[in-house]
């Protein structure tokens, strides 16, 4: 009751005789109230606080990764797959390591290469090699290509000088391959 009166006391300008220290917050509090609404809620009550993330724990983590390394193998030369709708390299690459996943419907592929040739005529051939694949070319660099495939496949190629004797390039390749159409 005290504050609403003096809410329109103080809303209509008088100006109360004597006032007492809980008259003197309530004018305080009224105040307040209407600055923050005069400048658009700048003085607004935070809001609260988000749920709190859940941590992990070492159980917890050791069970995650073991799970999802589970889903990755190793392949050796002689695994090394024809991958759907990109052309191996003519140069007769020297395969260093390779692993294949299955990833939400996809197989993702990762291979490592050594070739003869110079990392910008590797990445040329690729460069024509996806032209003449159909691949639709979104991103290239001075070493990488990535590229989308009408079939929804996905394909990294990069190049880079290395100092292996004989080889003048590490041709990587990361391919993820989507799942069928059904």
Not at 94 to 106: C, P, T, W
Not at 144 to 150: L, N, S
């Amino acid at each position: 009751m005290i504050l609403a009166q003096l809410k329109i006391q103080f809303l209509g300008g008088r100006v109360l005789p004597r006032p007492k220290l809980s008259h003197t917050l309530a004018i305080l509090l009224v105040t307040a109230h209407c600055l923050t609404a005069a400048n658009g809620g700048l003085c607004q009550p935070k809001p609260p606080l988000a749920k709190p993330l859940h941590r992990e724990s070492n159980q917890e983590v050791v069970k995650r990764r073991q799970k999802n390394e589970a889903n990755i193998r190793q392949m050796k030369e002689k695994d090394v797959p024809d991958l759907p709708d990109l052309p191996s390299y003519s140069g007769k690459p020297k395969f260093i390591r390779g692993y294949m996943e299955d990833n939400n419907g996809y197989t993702v592929y990762q291979m490592s290469f050594l070739t003869k040739e110079d990392p910008q005529e590797v990445k040329n051939w690729y460069h024509n090699a996806l032209h003449m694949y159909q691949w639709k070319i979104w991103n290239e660099k001075s070493q990488t290509i990535t590229a989308t495939h009408k079939d929804g496949h996905v394909c990294t190629i990069t190049v880079n000088a290395c100092n292996e004797s004989g080889y003048h390039t590490n041709l990587g390749i990361n391919f993820n391959q989507a799942p069928p159409k059904n």
